[in-house]
C-alpha cells in the first residue's frame, strides 16, 4: 500500500531538492582546479564537462522507469550515493581520464534525482492539494548557493579540495539519511512502462521547459559576455550579471508558493514569459550596465515560476503517466541547458549577439502564449 505524502513527506522533498542543489554547484570552484591540476586548455576541458551532461541525457529518460519499480525513495537514495561519492574524486582527479569517469557517474546520478525529486514533488504536490513546486525549486537554488558558497569558503580557509567536498558531502548524506522515510516508497500513481517517447501535451511541456532552461543556460553562459561586449564592463566585474539573475531567480521561487496561489499558473506563465523576455531585451538593448543588470533580475524573477508550473502541468497531464511524463520534461529542459548556449553563439556567429539574445526573447514570448494551453489541463483555480 503507498503511503500518503504529509507533512514530513514534504520536508523529505524539500531536503532533496537542497541536497541536489548543494551538490551540483559544489562542483562550480573546483572547475579551474581541476584545469591547473590535470593542465587542461580551455578546449580540452570543454570537452570533458560535456561528460557531466552526457551522463545526464542518458539516465534521465529511464529515471522515471526506476522510480515506478524501486520507488522514490531507493532511488534517490542510491542515486544520491554516487553523487556525494563522485564528488571527492572529481576534487582529486588527477588525469583527464579519471576525471571525465567522475563527471560521467555524477552527471548520470544528479541527472536521476533531478527526475525523482520532481516525480516525488509531483505527488507531494497533488496530496497537499496546494501549489509546493517552487518552493521546492526554490530550495535547489538556495542549495546551488550554499554549496558553491561552502566549498569556497572552506578552501579558503585552509581545506584542501578533497577536505571540502568530504565535508559536503557527509553533510549531505546526512541530510538524506535523516529524512529517508520521508521519501516516498513509490514513484507512480499507476502501473507505467520503463521509458516512453514524450507526445502530445507532454511534448509541448519539454519544449516550453527546453525554452526556459535555454534562457537560463543562456544568462549563466552569456551574461559577462553581454556585459563585457555590449557594456564595455571590465571583466573581473561582468559576473554581477549572473548573479542579480541567481538572487533573482533564488527569491522568486522561495516566495513562488505564495505567488502562485495569489495569481494563479495561467497569469504565472503569461507575466513570467513577458518578464523574461522584457529583461533580456533590456540587457542586450538598452545602453546601460545598470539597466542591464535590472534586465538580467527581471529574467530570474519571470523564470523563477514557469518552471515549476510546467512541471505541475505535467503532473496533471493524462496523456502519459505522471512519472514518465517528468522524466521527460525534465530530459527535454536538461537539454535546453546543455544545448541553448552553444545555439546562442551559432546564431550571434551568423548574425550578431544582440540578434541572438531578441531570439531568446522571441521564444520568452511564445511560452507566455502557451499559458492557456498549459493551463488547461490544471485545477480550476490555476486562472
Request: charged share 10%.
Amino acid at each position: 500500500m503507498n503511503q500518503i505524502p504529509g507533512r514530513f513527506e514534504q520536508i523529505a522533498t524539500r531536503v532533496a531538492f537542497l541536497m541536489a542543489g548543494l551538490a551540483m554547484a559544489s562542483w562550480a570552484p573546483l572547475v579551474p582546479l581541476a584545469k591547473a591540476r590535470i593542465g587542461l586548455d580551455e578546449g580540452q576541458l570543454g570537452s570533458l564537462l560535456l561528460c557531466l551532461g552526457l551522463g545526464s541525457v542518458i539516465c534521465m529518460p529511464f529515471s522515471g522507469g526506476w522510480a515506478a519499480k524501486f520507488g522514490c525513495r531507493r532511488t534517490i537514495l542510491t542515486a544520491g550515493a554516487f553523487t556525494l561519492g563522485a564528488l571527492p574524486f572529481m576534487a582529486t582527479a588527477s588525469s583527464a581520464a579519471s576525471l571525465a569517469a567522475s563527471l560521467l557517474v555524477f552527471g548520470a546520478s544528479i541527472g536521476t534525482i533531478d527526475v525523482t525529486m520532481n516525480i516525488q514533488a509531483v505527488l507531494v504536490e497533488k496530496a497537499s492539494n496546494r501549489p509546493m513546486m517552487s518552493g521546492f525549486h526554490g530550495l535547489f537554488s538556495a542549495g546551488g548557493i550554499c554549496g558553491a558558497g561552502a566549498v569556497t569558503g572552506l578552501m579558503s580557509v585552509g581545506f584542501l579540495p578533497l577536505q571540502a567536498t568530504l565535508t559536503v558531502s557527509v553533510t549531505a548524506a546526512f541530510m538524506l539519511i535523516f529524512v529517508r522515510k520521508g521519501l516516498l516508497s513509490y514513484g507512480s500513481e499507476e502501473e507505467a512502462a520503463a521509458f516512453a517517447v514524450p507526445r502530445g501535451f507532454v511534448l509541448l511541456l519539454g519544449a516550453l521547459c527546453f525554452i526556459m532552461f535555454l534562457a537560463e543556460g543562456s544568462v549563466l553562459d552569456w551574461s559577462a559576455v553581454i556585459l563585457a561586449k555590449i557594456h564595455k564592463v571590465a571583466t573581473n566585474q561582468a559576473g554581477f550579471g549572473y548573479v542579480a539573475f541567481s538572487i533573482a531567480m533564488t527569491t522568486g521561487r522561495l516566495l513562488g508558493d505564495i505567488i502562485v496561489s495569489r495569481l494563479g499558473a495561467f497569469r504565472i506563465l503569461v507575466l513570467g514569459g513577458v518578464c523574461a523576455a522584457t529583461g533580456f531585451a533590456i540587457a542586450a538593448f538598452v545602453p546601460s550596465p545598470f539597466a542591464a543588470l535590472v534586465g538580467f533580475a527581471l529574467v530570474g524573477i519571470g523564470a523563477s515560476n514557469v518552471v515549476p508550473v510546467l512541471f505541475t502541468a505535467a503532473g496533471n497531464q493524462k496523456v502519459m503517466p505522471t512519472n514518465l511524463a517528468v522524466a521527460s520534461v525534465t530530459t527535454m529542459g536538461y537539454a535546453g541547458i546543455l544545448m541553448g548556449p552553444a545555439i546562442i553563439g551559432y546564431v550571434a556567429t551568423w548574425t550578431t549577439l544582440k540578434s541572438a539574445i531578441l531570439v531568446v526573447s522571441v521564444l520568452l514570448v511564445i511560452v507566455a502564449m502557451s499559458a492557456r494551453k498549459v493551463t488547461s489541463v490544471m485545477r480550476p483555480d490555476s486562472d
